[in-house]
Structures are given as structure tokens and as C-alpha cells.
């Protein structure tokens, strides 16, 4: 798989280094964007340095962690060519990859535990779009972009 990019507010930053360590044990090459501690910053920042990386092709995925996941994924979303999914269990990530070609993951790590982290995180990298039907919506999003 090629490279990951991953990024957390101050919230999210334990979760984050947790991450890290499952995508090494997975054997996934990946980019930490920050932040580097749990001194407050401002989460717009870090969903945008993650969303611009995927949007510009620099990486194939990108994975945020917040308090909720919320607040990133709403700012990620905001990134042309971005589809941010928050997912809160294996059988989310699983689906927004499967039926929406979600290119961003956005994990809550004050509201998920941590080996359901690790589940969503792996299934989030492992499962593929299905295509088919689900192809015609996917171009609606992009179309919707563009008349934005």
C-alpha cells in the first residue's frame, strides 16, 4: 500500500501514537503531520495538512484523530477530492471504504476505545471500494464539489 498520512489535534494525540505503532506492526509506510504533544492546537490545521497530502496524491489514505473525530472530519471534507468518514466501529470504516471510496478516516479517540481504534484503522486500509453501483454516487459527490 502506499504511504499513509496521519495527523491529530491535542485531543487526539495519544491515539495518534498508538496508531502509529499499528500501522508499523502492519507494516504500512506512513507520514506523522502532527501535532507532536498534547499542548492545544487548533484541529483545522491538522485536517487540512492530511486532506491537501491526499488530495494532491502525495499520499493514498490519510487517517485524524480528535476528541470526537467530528471536527476533523468536517474540516477535511472541506478539501476538494476529499471524502472524510468518521468511523466509530470496524463495520463503519469497513462501509464508508466499501459504498463511499472514503480517501480519510476520522477517529474519535476520546469516544472510541483503544483496540476498536486498531480494528477501524486496519479495516479502514484493507478494504476496497466495491465500485458497482456505489460508482454513480461517488461521482454525485465529486459533481457537487464542483458546483460548489
Not at 22 to 51: C, H, K, M, R
Not at 69 to 87: S, T
Request: a negative charge; hydrophobic letters at 45%; proline letters at 2%.
Amino acid at each position: 500500500m502506499t504511504k499513509v498520512v496521519i495527523a491529530s489535534d491535542h485531543a487526539g494525540f495519544q491515539g495518534k501514537e498508538e496508531i502509529k505503532q499499528t500501522l508499523t506492526e502492519l507494516g504500512i509506510g506512513f507520514a506523522d503531520l502532527g501535532t507532536d504533544s498534547e499542548n492545544s492546537v487548533d484541529y483545522p490545521d491538522y485536517a487540512a495538512a492530511v486532506a491537501h497530502a491526499v488530495a494532491r496524491g502525495e499520499a493514498e489514505r490519510g487517517i485524524l484523530v480528535c476528541g470526537s473525530g467530528i471536527g476533523m472530519q468536517i474540516a477535511a471534507n472541506k478539501v476538494p477530492g476529499i471524502r472524510a468518514a468518521l468511523a466509530w466501529s470496524e463495520e463503519t470504516a469497513q462501509l464508508a471504504r466499501q459504498h463511499n471510496d472514503a480517501n480519510v478516516v476520522a477517529i474519535g479517540a476520546r469516544t472510541t476505545a483503544p483496540e476498536t481504534i486498531k480494528q477501524i484503522v486496519h479495516a479502514f486500509l484493507t478494504t476496497d471500494f466495491a465500485g458497482g453501483r456505489h460508482t454513480a454516487r461517488v461521482e454525485k459527490i465529486a459533481k457537487l464539489e464542483q458546483a460548489g
